[in-house]
């Protein structure tokens, strides 16, 4: 009796599963001229194609085939995802297993425990430097060289050949600066050059802490309440040091944190590291708040203390999926330093790159604009043209894997109820984008590879620009591209 219940149970289990088959619907590969002409549909009809300037080129990066080109020539702004340009010139320019220096030097040297001059912190431009590393530095000088006694001051030496870049980028806007993507540039860079503002509710005013606690020195804090209303705002008066929290929180409240950027990061750096050998022991007989200075590369002499940074490749994941801007203007920099005649400055650095993108990955004069590292210049302008080149270049080239596994990995939805060749599409693994996308003020744009359902690999760019409001309307019209294009399926003569 039990074998015949079980009998039935298979049976009914059977019929559902025909039933399911039977109610699944096979999703139709797409050609080149039907991508084509539903590419077109799509876009045409999708309300944020009226007032939106939105640009597609899609290339087959087996037969190099334009398989969809929308605007590809037109120059759009492209926010981050400019960052793809940047890493695949350092990658090829300063490889893969590069890494950035940070050391402490002496004015005099330390003897029997004891530095009569000056400490230096010296850099040249790690842009991943953070607290862990600093106090690397200070455990090396309490360990290594038995440090007891500084009777000078700590200060953060500026790269002589640094003199004349900016705090901030061409094309930057202003008012963005106390945000932590608008980065203050300097030779010595921490925790990218940010700190945290935790506030917490006091009986007149908010109590402010900042994390890390040793850089009070070196910034002003203003802190009041605002009459009855509620709310608080945290921001940094900008191009100055001067934190002001501003409102109210109620008794109970969780504490309010907010991440801004230093302007100019080089005191509370010095502060920092101070603290750091204050609390391993080491007495200061001077209470000189550290400043930045800059003295001739041949002095002082050799390093009492060096840390190496994380490799290039290290550093391109964080650029690249975690979008830091810090990242790519180190690098930019780094170019300039490395390979131009003249001292370092952005224009330097972006011919460099330029001059690469062009002479050595093949793009077209004309076809992109970049004047910084990052994408957070308004001046940068790339084209769907110059993206997919860039991608179809880097897929052969030495360093490849590190450029790719940078890239950011994305979902396409999947119908549950389709087939693919007779296999239920939700047994497909969704994660077939691996692109940078780039976003700011009326601008979204998406740059990178897809994998088709039959395993076939595009290269596209994606690039909106000229909307007010919200870019959700952009990414849902990307979003449908992205299932449209999963679906083509090249030609037996273009296999």
């Known amino acids: 009796m039990k074998h015949i219940k079980n009998l039935r149970g298979l049976a009914a289990t059977a019929a559902v599963l025909l039933l399911f088959a039977h109610n699944l619907q096979a999703a139709e590969p797409l050609d080149t001229d039907a991508l084509r002409r539903t590419l077109d549909k799509l876009i ?61 030097v002496s004015t005099d040297g330390i003897k029997r425990g004891v530095c009569k001059g000056d400490l230096l912190i010296r850099g040249d431009g790690d842009p991943m430097l ?20 500084v009777r000078g001051t700590v200060s953060v030496q500026e790269n002589p050949r640094w003199g004349g870049v900016p705090i901030k980028g061409p094309g930057w806007m202003w008012d963005d600066d106390p945000d932590d993507y608008n980065i203050s540039i300097r030779s010595v860079m921490l925790n990218f050059n940010t700190l945290t503002v935790v506030a917490s509710s006091g009986k007149s005013a908010p109590v402010v802490a900042l994390e890390p606690a040793s850089a009070w020195p070196a910034v002003e804090v203003v802190a009041k309440a605002r009459g009855d209303r509620p709310g608080l705002k945290i921001t940094r008066e900008p191009f100055h040091e001067t934190i002001r929290v501003t409102g109210n929180l ?78 790519g203007e180190m690098v930019l920099l780094k170019l300039a330093e490395t ?67 940078g890239l950011p990995i994305y979902k396409v939805a999947l119908p549950e109820n389709d087939t693919w060749d007779g296999t239920p599409l939700n047994t497909f693994d969704p994660k077939r984008v691996f692109s940078k996308g780039g976003g700011m003020s009326s601008v979204s744009t998406n740059s990178g590879y ?46």
């Open 44 to 104: 045409e009809g999708h309300p944020t194609a009226d007032r939106t300037t939105i640009t597609l080129k899609v290339v087959d990066l087996q037969t190099g085939e334009v398989v969809y080109n929308r605007g590809g020539n037109k120059l759009l702004v492209p926010a981050s995802n400019l960052k793809i340009y940047t890493a695949a010139a350092a990658l090829d320019l300063l490889g893969p297993d590069y890494r950035w220096k940070t050391e402490v």
């Open 450 to 495: 897809i994998q088709t359902l039959d395993g076939h690999w595009l290269a596209f760019s994606f690039l909106g620009n000229g909307y007010a409001g919200s870019n959700k309307p952009i990414k849902e019209l990307r979003n449908k591209v992205w299932q449209e294009l999963i679906r083509f399926r090249a030609t037996a003569s273009t296999r």
């Open 250 to 327: 109620p008794p109970d409240a969780e504490p309010v944190r907010k991440t801004i950027t230093m302007h100019d990061p080089s005191r509370w750096i010095a502060a920092v590291f101070r603290q750091m050998l204050s609390d391993r022991g080491v007495e200061f007989h001077s209470q000189t708040v550290a400043t930045s200075i800059t003295r001739p590369a041949s002095a002082p002499g050799k390093p009492l203390a060096s840390q190496e940074g994380q490799t290039l490749k290290g550093a391109m994941r964080h650029f690249l999926k975690v979008s830091k801007n810090a990242v």
């Open 339 to 405: 390979y131009a005649e003249d001292d370092v400055s952005w224009p330097a650095g972006a011919k460099v790159i330029t001059e690469w993108l062009i002479n050595t990955s093949g793009l077209e004069e004309g076809s992109f604009r970049l004047v910084d590292g990052s994408g957070l210049s308004r001046y940068n302008l790339i084209s769907a043209d110059s993206s997919t080149k860039l991608l179809t270049f880097m897929k052969t080239h030495e360093h490849f894997g590190p450029f790719f596994d």
């Open 130 to 149: 953070n607290t862990d590393g600093l106090a690397s530095l200070a455990d090396a000088l309490v360990n290594d060289h038995n440090l007891r006694v």
